[in-house]
């Protein structure tokens, strides 16, 4: 029967039939008693055909979708959600969440109905209870007085994502294959036109099912489900004689007789809607949470992953009192006994708590950040199998009772927190107990930009050092270790333990700079070189690795052959060295490094390109040499410039008075004598004073270069008269007026000072020129 009263509502699974009595209040089905007698109800009911079928793709996977997918309507969405009604069947699908972002899900629904029954109350008045006594019992407040019957099917296809794929592309090759499955005419035989790709793709994919029917195995791929798919109607029965319960009617009691309970009121659809989407966040961050502990971190440190499954815990166990107190809500609320406000504010409660949206989100998302920026240092940690860096949590420990190692140098992370100041406001706050955080402030310590940029520079320098000594020493081993921070200060600390003692003062020896040219004969080359000497260990000497530039070679860091490389060492720590037994005019390539009794400091950049003095042939590898330094410059040139060089320093070695003659040859019109002096004490600090064929061609050709970055370079190191590695007003001013003077140009110096200004006005509009 229907009318204006009569409530529909899923089954859900449930063994309803004609005539059973059920509670609103708590969505409980009452069993065992009913109104009538059989008798009386088997001839009262009536029958008519219902067939219809439909299938569906479902995309989403939250609780709303899952709710809508199984009919379910109002605040019944709660009694589901909570556990409240006790599902069977296809409606076990509304437990069966997606738990990881990392998977892409689809789910293929199918939907028949086959007939409808009802109760005729036309013979079936008050007059006609065979049992009036329920009414006062006050054990229900409806009666099952229709049943529509069919069968559902949830086909759930997984599929995982590796780091490679995109989970939208992913997605919608998921959607498109499924999409290919016949929706409106199920044949016997189900053919799907896929491509290769689609098949290959199919075969990754998982599947779940949840239905009505009784299946002799459930599917687990796509090929069972799609075989499964088109034997669906068969399990109906031959007279669909398996069809179950999925929509019933309910008459109110109260309709039947006043003495009857009277259902009050339902939950608004905003109540509703706000616990529903309250607990879906919840689940939503448990997920993001839980995908952080797979992180190929962990496979080398586990504090925090052990904070991040704390943290889901205990995301859980607010769950579960959520549903439990909710569920035990929900009848006085629809039986009258309080108001929905009951609802609203048990979830208002939490939202003012540790377990606010906003802070959990917020927590989240640093260790999400962290997570991410610790893979890239683990990364950088373990690329380079040279250096053999042991990296993880207990390596210190594992290292330390190692006699072989007289050192062991540690790059100690603390940065997780023993007591994460979140986790204990939340686990005090499900405990019931006082004690929260709320007043604690917890940057993270990524945050913190001092932190970070002392954690990189720690990062590189203890990598560096590791690889340079790979090699060098089997007494010290690499690890990286983790540990909880002291005094909540959070850092990447060095420690060098020296027979277990640990040092947490060591400093890793610096680099030095490259070196330079202080002399040069025709056999031998003079080295100077800077070192700011910051490690704490004290330097023992230096070793001086030098290579041969040869033109296939141009600018060579050889570090993959060390054997190119030929290795002297001074005998302290004096920061120069002569090298002797060269040959005559040739390019030579340095670097240098220290050496300490922990190990050897990483070596130097490599210098500029040396050559020993003497008459220079003009070999085919001169020439390629030079047009590789200077961009547009032609063997014809080189020749010309050779033929003038010859003329001028027949002994190969040219003074700074014939290198201003060769300067006033090219500006016969200016003044060369500036200039020329600034160029070519650039160009070679010899103490006798002199310069080559390869020093000559490349001041000569500065203005005329085709590469501005290298003509700007070299003007640069002329005019940084102090060699701080800035130009200041004065030197600015020098290159102004001298340069001009090089190109008759004059200027002087209040127009020098004007043109310094307005370049300082460019790259600093805060400096000014004082006079």
């Not at 609320?333 to 377990?355: C, Q, W």
């Given at each position: 029967?229907a009318?204006?009263?009569?409530?529909?509502?899923?089954?859900?699974?449930?063994?309803?039939?004609l005539?059973?009595?059920?509670?609103?209040?708590?969505?409980?089905?009452?069993?065992?008693?009913?109104?009538?007698?059989?008798?009386?109800?088997?001839?009262?009911?009536?029958?008519?055909?219902?067939?219809?079928?439909?299938?569906?793709?479902?995309?989403?996977?939250?609780?709303q979708?899952?709710?809508?997918?199984?009919?379910v309507?109002?605040?019944?969405?709660?009694?589901?959600?909570?556990?409240?009604?006790?599902?069977?069947?296809?409606?076990?699908?509304?437990?069966?969440?997606n738990?990881?972002?990392?998977?892409?899900?689809?789910?293929?629904?199918?939907?028949?109905?086959?007939?409808?029954?009802?109760?005729?109350?036309?013979?079936?008045?008050?007059?006609?209870?065979?049992?009036?006594?329920?009414?006062?019992?006050?054990?229900?407040?409806h009666?099952?007085?229709?049943v529509?019957?069919?069968?559902?099917?949830?086909?759930i296809?997984?599929?995982?994502?590796s780091?490679?794929?995109?989970?939208?592309?992913?997605?919608?090759?998921?959607?498109?294959?499924?999409?290919k499955?016949?929706?409106?005419?199920?044949?016997?035989?189900?053919?799907?036109?896929?491509?290769?790709?689609?098949?290959n793709?199919?075969?990754k994919?998982?599947?779940?099912?949840y239905?009505?029917?009784?299946?002799?195995?459930?599917?687990?791929?796509?090929e069972d489900?799609?075989?499964?798919?088109?034997?669906?109607?068969?399990?109906?029965?031959?007279?669909?004689?398996?069809?179950?319960?999925?929509?019933?009617s309910?008459y109110?009691?109260?309709?039947?007789?006043?003495?009857a309970?009277?259902?009050?009121?339902d939950?608004?659809?905003?109540?509703?809607?706000?616990?529903?989407?309250?607990?879906?966040?919840?689940?939503?961050?448990?997920?993001r949470?839980?995908?952080?502990?797979?992180?190929?971190?962990?496979?080398?440190?586990?504090?925090?992953?052990?904070?991040?499954?704390?943290?889901?815990?205990?995301?859980?166990?607010l769950?579960?009192?959520?549903?439990?107190?909710?569920?035990?809500?929900?009848?006085?609320?629809?039986?009258?006994?309080?108001?929905?406000?009951?609802?609203?504010t048990?979830?208002?409660?939490?939202?003012?708590?540790?377990?606010?949206?906003?802070?959990?989100?917020?927590?989240?998302?640093?260790?999400?950040?962290?997570?991410?920026?610790m893979?890239?240092?683990?990364s950088?940690?373990?690329?380079?199998?040279?250096?053999?860096?042991?990296?993880?949590?207990?390596?210190?420990n594992?290292?330390?009772?190692?006699?072989?190692?007289?050192?062991i140098?540690?790059l100690?992370?603390?940065?997780?927190?023993e007591?994460?100041?979140?986790?204990?406001?939340?686990?005090?706050?499900?405990?019931?107990?006082?004690?929260?955080?709320?007043?604690?402030?917890?940057?993270a310590?990524?945050?913190?930009?001092?932190?970070?940029?002392?954690?990189?520079?720690?990062?590189?320098?203890f990598i560096?050092?590791?690889?340079?000594?790979?090699?060098?020493?089997?007494?010290?081993?690499f690890?990286?270790?983790?540990?909880?921070?002291?005094?909540?200060?959070?850092?990447?600390?060095?420690?060098?333990?020296?027979?277990?003692?640990?040092?947490?003062?060591?400093?890793?020896?610096?680099k030095?700079?490259?070196?330079?040219?202080?002399?040069?004969?025709?056999?031998?080359?003079?080295?100077?070189?800077?070192?700011?000497?910051?490690?704490?260990?004290?330097i023992?000497?230096?070793?001086?690795?030098?290579?041969?530039?040869?033109?296939?070679?141009?600018?060579?860091?050889?570090?993959?052959?060390?054997?190119?490389?030929?290795?002297?060492?001074?005998?302290?720590?004096k920061?120069?060295?002569?090298?002797?037994?060269?040959?005559?005019?040739?390019?030579?390539?340095?670097k240098?490094?220290?050496?300490?009794?922990?190990?050897?400091?990483?070596?130097?950049?490599?210098?500029?390109?040396?050559?020993?003095?003497?008459?220079?042939?003009?070999?085919?590898e001169?020439?390629?040499?030079?047009?590789?330094?200077?961009d547009?410059?032609?063997?014809?040139?080189i020749?010309?410039?050779?033929?003038?060089?010859?003329?001028?320093?027949?002994?190969?070695?040219?003074?700074?008075?014939?290198?201003?003659?060769?300067?006033?040859?090219?500006?016969?019109?200016?003044?060369t004598?500036?200039y020329?002096?600034?160029?070519?004490?650039?160009?070679?600090?010899?103490?006798?004073?002199?310069?080559?064929?390869?020093?000559?061609?490349i001041?000569?050709?500065?203005?005329?270069?085709d590469?501005?970055?290298?003509?700007?370079?070299?003007?640069?190191?002329?005019?940084?008269?102090?060699?701080?590695?800035?130009?200041?007003?004065?030197?600015?001013i020098?290159?102004?007026?001298?340069?001009?003077?090089?190109?008759?140009?004059?200027c002087?110096?209040?127009m020098?000072?004007?043109?310094?200004?307005?370049?300082?006005?460019?790259?600093?509009?805060?400096?000014?020129?004082?006079?």
């Amino acid at each position: 029967m229907a009318g204006p009263d009569v409530m529909e509502l899923a089954s859900l699974g449930r063994s309803f039939q004609l005539g059973m009595l059920y509670d609103v209040r708590s969505d409980m089905l009452i069993s065992g008693v009913k109104l009538w007698d059989k008798e009386d109800l088997e001839c009262n009911i009536m029958e008519y055909p219902k067939p219809d079928t439909h299938v569906k793709i479902i995309t989403e996977d939250s609780l709303q979708a899952k709710a809508h997918s199984l009919g379910v309507e109002g605040s019944v969405k709660l009694s589901l959600i909570g556990g409240l009604i006790n599902i069977d069947g296809s409606a076990k699908f509304a437990d069966d969440s997606n738990k990881s972002n990392h998977v892409t899900r689809l789910t293929l629904k199918y939907h028949t109905t086959t007939k409808f029954k009802e109760l005729t109350m036309n013979h079936l008045g008050a007059g006609r209870i065979r049992h009036p006594e329920l009414f006062d019992s006050n054990i229900a407040t409806h009666v099952v007085t229709g049943v529509l019957y069919g069968a559902e099917a949830f086909f759930i296809f997984d599929r995982v994502i590796s780091e490679e794929e995109n989970k939208k592309e992913v997605a919608g090759t998921l959607h498109a294959v499924i999409n290919k499955i016949p929706m409106c005419k199920i044949e016997a035989k189900v053919k799907l036109n896929l491509n290769e790709n689609e098949r290959n793709f199919v075969d990754k994919l998982n599947c779940t099912f949840y239905g009505d029917f009784k299946l002799d195995t459930n599917p687990r791929n796509f090929e069972d489900a799609i075989r499964i798919y088109a034997d669906l109607p068969k399990y109906l029965g031959d007279k669909q004689q398996n069809a179950v319960p999925k929509k019933v009617s309910l008459y109110p009691l109260h309709r039947l007789d006043s003495k009857a309970m009277k259902i009050v009121r339902d939950i608004s659809s905003s109540v509703v809607d706000y616990c529903v989407n309250f607990l879906q966040d919840l689940q939503v961050l448990e997920i993001r949470v839980l995908d952080l502990t797979t992180s190929k971190m962990f496979t080398y440190f586990s504090y925090m992953q052990q904070q991040l499954s704390d943290f889901a815990a205990r995301l859980s166990e607010l769950d579960r009192d959520l549903k439990k107190q909710m569920i035990s809500i929900l009848p006085t609320v629809r039986g009258g006994g309080s108001e929905e406000s009951a609802l609203l504010t048990l979830f208002k409660k939490v939202d003012i708590s540790p377990f606010n949206k906003r802070k959990l989100t917020s927590w989240v998302e640093d260790k999400e950040k962290e997570v991410s920026l610790m893979e890239q240092f683990i990364s950088a940690l373990t690329k380079n199998s040279k250096a053999n860096i042991t990296v993880k949590s207990s390596s210190l420990n594992d290292t330390i009772g190692d006699l072989s190692y007289e050192y062991i140098l540690c790059l100690s992370f603390r940065f997780t927190d023993e007591q994460d100041p979140q986790l204990e406001d939340m686990w005090n706050y499900l405990q019931g107990t006082d004690g929260l955080n709320s007043g604690k402030t917890n940057l993270a310590w990524f945050k913190n930009s001092s932190v970070l940029n002392k954690t990189r520079t720690s990062l590189r320098q203890f990598i560096e050092f590791a690889a340079s000594n790979a090699n060098k020493s089997s007494n010290i081993k690499f690890v990286v270790n983790e540990e909880y921070p002291t005094d909540s200060v959070k850092q990447a600390l060095l420690v060098l333990y020296e027979n277990g003692v640990p040092n947490e003062s060591f400093v890793i020896p610096s680099k030095p700079n490259a070196p330079r040219k202080t002399n040069a004969t025709d056999d031998s080359i003079t080295l100077a070189w800077d070192d700011a000497q910051i490690g704490s260990e004290e330097i023992k000497y230096y070793e001086i690795m030098y290579l041969y530039v040869s033109a296939e070679k141009q600018v060579v860091t050889d570090e993959n052959s060390p054997e190119a490389w030929t290795a002297v060492a001074t005998d302290d720590a004096k920061k120069e060295k002569h090298i002797s037994n060269l040959p005559a005019g040739v390019p030579f390539l340095f670097k240098v490094r220290s050496v300490t009794e922990i190990g050897v400091s990483v070596f130097s950049e490599n210098s500029q390109i040396i050559l020993t003095l003497g008459t220079v042939e003009l070999t085919s590898e001169t020439i390629e040499l030079l047009m590789h330094e200077i961009d547009g410059l032609e063997e014809q040139e080189i020749k010309e410039y050779y033929a003038t060089f010859c003329e001028l320093c027949p002994d190969g070695k040219m003074t700074k008075d014939i290198f201003n003659k060769a300067f006033q040859a090219v500006y016969p019109d200016g003044n060369t004598d500036k200039y020329s002096q600034y160029a070519f004490n650039i160009m070679n600090n010899n103490k006798d004073r002199t310069s080559n064929f390869v020093e000559y061609v490349i001041a000569m050709r500065m203005h005329n270069s085709d590469d501005l970055e290298k003509s700007l370079s070299l003007a640069f190191d002329i005019f940084d008269y102090n060699k701080n590695g800035n130009i200041d007003e004065k030197e600015l001013i020098r290159m102004i007026t001298t340069t001009g003077e090089l190109i008759n140009k004059p200027c002087d110096q209040k127009m020098a000072k004007r043109y310094a200004q307005e370049i300082f006005d460019v790259c600093d509009p805060d400096f000014t020129i004082m006079s």
